[in-house]
């Protein structure tokens, strides 16, 4: 069972930064993505950043571009998402999730294990 922990969210102001993290524990991770996703009250889950365990390759999705970075310290199983520059509209739960093979990377229904979620609040 592969289980992941999150957190890292909390209030914030807007230009401020956070780091979220999600350590990931139950198998070998070598063949996984991990996704960072979120979802605002009213609105769906929308994909925010992945990355493939293997050759640490990543995808952004255009709204956090240049401003979030995902990375894995895999001495630590864990998974991060700095977060700069936080607007407003980054306001929401964020989610970890995982999914074998990481072919669909931006695609929540895909992933197979998710975590908790951890909330971020952005004020203006």
């Known amino acids: 069972q592969v289980q992941r922990v999150e957190s890292g969210g909390g209030l914030v102001q807007a230009g401020g930064s956070l780091r979220l993290s999600c350590a990931a524990s139950g198998r070998t991770f070598s063949n996984y993505a991990m996704g960072w996703f979120r979802q605002a009250p009213g609105k769906e889950r929308e994909f925010v950043a992945a990355?493939?365990?293997?050759?640490?390759?990543?995808l952004y999705a255009d709204s956090v571009k240049g401003r979030f970075t995902i990375s894995i310290d895999n001495t630590k199983n864990t998974v991060y998402l700095q977060m700069n520059s936080l607007k407003p509209e980054d306001t929401a739960v964020y989610y970890c999730?995982?999914?074998?093979?990481?072919?669909?990377?931006?695609?929540?229904?895909?992933?197979?294990?998710w975590g908790q979620g951890t909330q971020v609040t952005v004020s203006s």
């Open positions: 999730a995982a999914q074998y093979g990481g072919y669909y990377l931006s695609r929540w229904e895909r992933y197979q294990h």
């Open positions: 990355i493939r365990w293997s050759n640490i390759s990543t």
